[in-house]
Structure formats: C-alpha cells, structure tokens
C-alpha cells in the first residue's frame, strides 16, 4: 500500500495566522487525496477531496475559504488554514485512497496525522 | 445518506479473551465496508475490507469481519485478545466513518 507522510507532526500558531500542513504519498501517485478533521474522542469527519491539477471538492459546511487545499503534484496536497482561531485546533489527517477496482471508496492510507493547537 | 454506527464507545476485555466490536451502517446500495485501527502517535491502519463475495473476511492481526445485510451490520472479531490490541478502531462506509470504539485490555 501507499505510504504516506505529514508535516508538521503538531503545530502551535497564534490566533488570526495561517497554517500550512503538507501531505505527501511517498511511494504512490495521487490524484486524489481526502482530508479528514478528527475532534478529540470523536470520529474522522471528511473535510474535502484534493484532486490534482483541479479544484478540491469540500464537504458540506466547510469553509472553502478558511481551508485551501492545493494539489500541485501527484504527491503533495497542502491543506492550510487560514486565519486560524481556537475552534480550528484539532487533529487533521490526510489519506491516499488506493486504486484497486478504480473506485475512490476503496480502503486509504493515511498519513499519521497533525495536530494543530491554535492559541 | 450514508452513516456509520458504532455503539460501544469503549469496550474492556481481559488479555486473550475474545473481542467483538459492533459495527451498523445505513447505505443505499452495496457497501464498501472498512475496519481501521489507530493507535497512538500512528496512522490509521486497514484491518480488514469488504467490497463483496464472501461475507466473512479475514484481515490482519487476527481479525475477522462478518458482514450481514440483513442486519445492516459489520462486526469485528477476534478469538483472542492481546495486549498490543489496545486502540481506537473505526468501522467506514467508503470516507464515513463511526465514532470510533477504544478497546482496553487487561492483563
């Protein structure tokens, strides 16, 4: 499978700045690639799509302002947060979903994740 | 729309005991059901998948999935426990994914 890589691991920012966190697939092209926002003790809930060479496609009642993603590459999504408050600090992970049967729902690989406190 | 229901928040079992960990989905058409684990500091990890076929699934470590249509339902199991078992797991439809279940080992 994909292996696949953020940075930073954490991140500690001051309110009203912005926060860039890198994905990469190691060992895989991507075109697509998922972000995922976890809450402490809670369920991985799907931010957005990151499609190569294209615009990501965002989940329901994500800001697409204050979250860009940028896929430049088959192997790098940016996902940066922008003017980042408080209610921003949580963990976010990203996954590479693997291309057997074609389908974008088959099982991903994740990056081990970053966590973001926002002061 | 698609969710994912995992009721037991946490589960407790004794080291080498066996494991069930509960799994009920709501999806329109054939599912493409998924078990993770995450344990801390790692990404999350594919235990096991079930796109069709054969509704018993081996995956790694031990575990098994059985999936029951008409149950809605996609259980986890295992015949015995070890303590290295202990994390988060998530059952998933495709990008849902339940809450998630803690599993506690005693030794």
């Known amino acids: 499978g994909a292996v696949v890589s953020q940075h930073p691991s954490w991140v500690i920012c001051k309110s009203g700045t912005s926060v860039k966190i890198e994905c990469r697939s190691l060992?895989?092209?991507?075109?697509?690639m998922f972000w995922y926002r976890q809450f402490p003790k809670q369920s991985l809930m799907l931010m957005a799509t990151s499609n190569e060479g294209s615009k990501a496609t965002y989940e329901q009642g994500v800001e697409k302002d204050k979250f860009l993603i940028n896929h430049a590459s088959l192997t790098l999504s940016t996902l940066t947060v922008t003017s980042a408050h408080p209610e921003d600090s949580s963990f976010y992970i990203c996954?590479?979903?693997?291309?057997?049967?074609?389908?974008?729902?088959?099982?991903?690989?994740f990056g081990p994740g970053t966590r973001l406190t926002v002061l | 729309a698609q969710s994912v229901t995992q009721p037991d928040i946490h589960i407790t079992v004794s080291e080498g005991a066996s494991l069930e960990l509960r799994c009920n989905y709501s999806?329109?058409?054939?599912?493409?059901l998924f078990w993770y684990v995450q344990s801390p500091g790692q990404g999350l990890q594919l235990l096991l998948k079930?796109?069709?076929?054969?509704?018993l699934v081996q995956g790694i470590k031990g575990f098994e999935a059985e999936f029951k249509r008409s149950q809605s339902s996609f259980n986890l199991r295992k015949p015995s426990v070890h303590w290295s078992d202990a994390a988060e797991y998530f059952c998933a439809v495709g990008t849902v994914f339940g809450k998630g279940t803690r599993l506690h080992i005693l030794p």
């Open positions: 079930y796109f069709s076929g054969d509704t």
């Open positions: 996954s590479v979903p693997g291309l057997a049967g074609g389908s974008l729902y088959n099982e991903q690989f």
């Open positions: 060992d895989f092209q991507a075109t697509t």
């Open positions: 999806y329109g058409a054939t599912p493409y």
